[in-house]
């Protein structure tokens, strides 16, 4: 996974760095948010971890612009002893949690480990958001010889249905297959099921 971290300590850069990498981890440093978001938007999603106080920008400032941005990254505050209030309006604006500082291996660990998971969820969400948008390509008609052929039926049953020839029902079919980019009709038709088609 792919690791950002935004602190302008660079000893805790440099722990953060050697524990992560340990593991396999890419860790990436900055030194400010200001440099981290120049770059943000070409970096791999990852996993951010961000200092609450810094002197350019603070972390809440870093986080509300990843939101409006629609970073793909997921947010872990990086706090001091006495900053635990602000830690906590962090994530109710969508930090996945907060460490306090210095970090330990294990709570660091297992921001990383849910960090994983959320980037999983949400690559996995918009693979399906953009497989559903994909039925959008397809034409009125279609869409009726989909809809037409949802409880297994033939290419003659299709045809006779919608009062088509077999040959003009098999050129539907064959179009939804390569729109769709499924590779077999009943691909086509779990998508248009999951994507309320059906």
Do not use: W
Not at 38 to 64: H, S, Y
Not at 146 to 161: P, R
Not at 175 to 185: D, G, M, R, W
């Amino acid at each position: 996974m792919d690791v950002y971290v935004v602190d302008d300590d660079q000893g805790l850069q440099l722990t953060i760095r050697r524990m992560l990498e340990a593991r396999g981890h890419r860790v990436h440093g900055f030194e400010s948010g200001v440099a981290f978001l120049a770059e943000a938007a070409n970096l791999p999603a990852g996993l951010v971890l961000l200092d609450l106080c810094m002197p350019d920008l603070d972390g809440l400032a870093v986080q509300a612009r990843l939101g409006e941005a629609d970073s793909q990254h997921v947010v872990v505050m990086l706090t001091g002893f006495g900053d635990v209030p602000e830690a906590v309006s962090a994530m109710r604006a969508g930090a996945l949690d907060f460490l306090t500082k210095p970090c330990r291996l294990s709570a660091l660990t297992e921001a990383v480990a849910l960090a994983q998971e959320k980037l999983d969820k949400l690559q996995a969400e918009r693979q399906a958001a953009g497989r559903v948008a994909e039925l959008d390509r397809l034409s009125p008609r279609e869409r009726e010889v989909l809809k037409a052929s949802a409880h297994g039926a033939g290419s003659k049953q299709v045809a006779y249905a919608l009062q088509l020839s077999v040959r003009t029902v098999e050129m539907h079919r064959t179009n939804i297959l390569k729109k769709l980019n499924v590779p077999n009709f009943g691909a086509a038709l779990v998508l248009a099921q999951s994507g309320g088609l059906l």
